[in-house]
């Protein structure tokens, strides 16, 4: 566990330093087609080095964002609350992760944060209201395995990268087909400076989707090992896999840059069934059964 703890960090120092190379390239055409010159790049690398400082240390708070979450309370969530208490005791963490809730019917969950002492554990409505308490346990058990494995720095640095490249992107697609409306005089260097935003455009997906594999689905094996040893409770964690995944409700609120973070994939429609699962950042739940049902 700890050599994979350690990995985890590894991977985030390498993901943040992708993640500013990028900006910084996405930035600096920014600038070219504004004509800044010389300055482009001292710009670029400097709002790119801030905007990486800044979405380290409020990614948990983008992220919850993005998903319209409430902080649970005593009064409306007590058995969440409660298994909580109670797994923090097992767990060996000394900071307890504050509790967040989706309102959604499909029963699901995540947890993210930059590192144990400031963490999170968010769940659906639905998974409050369609789990009995020893099925919710193994799933706050499995997000609390994230959190002491560091999965959650991992996760949630790609969520917030990965959209945020992805809409510097499009506003730089944009401003090149406007620049080139408004300057027909310089149409050889426009022509480029879109072509140059185009492939920025195609490249974001195909690098969100690198990034968010590079995660590795390992990590659910890991975290659900971990969980059931918090529990000493398999069927628990295992009658909640086969309840979530077997759920037909949609989660709006779930997209490409955080559906990795859940403990089922979030997308439940058909054309999200028949991707390949070489391309999948999720193991599939018979192997992940398959795995819980030998340490029974």
Known sequence: ?????????????????????????????????????????????????ISTIATYYNCDKVVLASVNARPATKEEDLKLTNILEGLMITSGLTSKPRLYVVDSKQPNAFATG?????????????????????????????????????DIRLSAVISVMVGFVIMLSDIFLRISFRSKKKNDDNSSGNTIIMLIGCVFLI?????????????????????????????????????????????????????NSNAHMYIVTPFKNKRKKRQSSLFSTHPGIAERIEALEKLR
């Not at 960090?9 to 330093?17: A, E, L, N, R």
């Not at 209201?129 to 099925?135: I, R």
């Open 203 to 255: 490249i974001s997906p195909i690098v969100s989707q690198l990034i968010q594999l590079a995660v590795s689905r390992r990590r659910e094996y890991l975290a659900d090992a971990t969980a059931i040893s918090f529990t000493r409770n398999p069927d628990g964690l295992i009658s909640a896999l086969k309840k979530i995944s077997s759920d037909e409700e949609e989660l709006d609120v779930a997209s």
């Open 114 to 150: 930059r590192n144990p002492e400031n963490a999170i554990i968010c769940v659906t409505q639905g998974l409050l209201e369609k789990l009995d308490y020893y099925e919710l346990e193994g799933v706050v058990a499995h997000e609390l395995s994230h959190i002491k494995n560091y």
């Open 1 to 49: 566990m700890y050599d994979d703890i350690k990995k985890n960090k590894i991977k985030t120092g390498m993901i943040i330093f992708i993640f500013l190379t990028i900006i910084t390239l996405i930035l600096y055409f920014l600038c070219y087609s504004f004509d800044f010159g010389e300055y482009a790049i001292v710009i670029a690398l400097i709002f790119s080095i």
